[in-house]
């Protein structure tokens, strides 16, 4: 069985910190880059960031820049979204999702089944 299983969201106050986690099973995880993506009710699809295979090479949504962070511990199998000084937007499902080939591309080839952030006082 190919599965990325989120954990780690939850009902944090503003301002707050989370570190989201995104672990593989039943594939190459260290040959795929791993994408993390949020959707809030009535809202696009957002994707947050990625991260090459090797880790290298991260994106992210510019708006973010500064308070998410993406990293990997292939060894673990299990890629990571550290989220800092939450703010009630960023309440939303959080995805990750694996693309293989390596780099960061827009092709999403396995997807877990999510992960709620609510930020809120």
């Known amino acids: 069985q190919l599965q990325l299983v989120e954990s780690g969201g939850g009902l944090v106050q503003p301002g707050g910190s989370l570190r989201l986690s995104c672990t593989a099973s039943?594939?190459?995880?260290?040959?795929?880059?791993i994408n993390w993506f949020r959707q809030a009710p009535g809202k696009e699809r957002e994707r947050v960031s990625c991260?090459?295979?090797?880790?290298?090479?991260?994106n992210y949504v510019n708006s973010l820049r500064g308070r998410f962070t993406i990293s990997r511990d292939n060894a673990k199998n299990t890629a990571y979204l550290q989220m800092n000084n939450l703010k009630p937007d960023d309440t939303a499902v959080y995805y990750c999702?694996?693309?293989?080939?390596?780099?960061?591309?827009?092709?999403?080839?396995?997807w877990g089944q999510g992960t709620q952030v609510t930020v809120s006082s």
């Open positions: 999702a694996g693309s293989a080939g390596r780099l960061c591309l827009s092709e999403y080839h396995i």
């Open positions: 991260i090459s295979a090797g880790g290298v090479t991260t």
């Open positions: 039943g594939f190459a995880f260290g040959t795929y880059a």
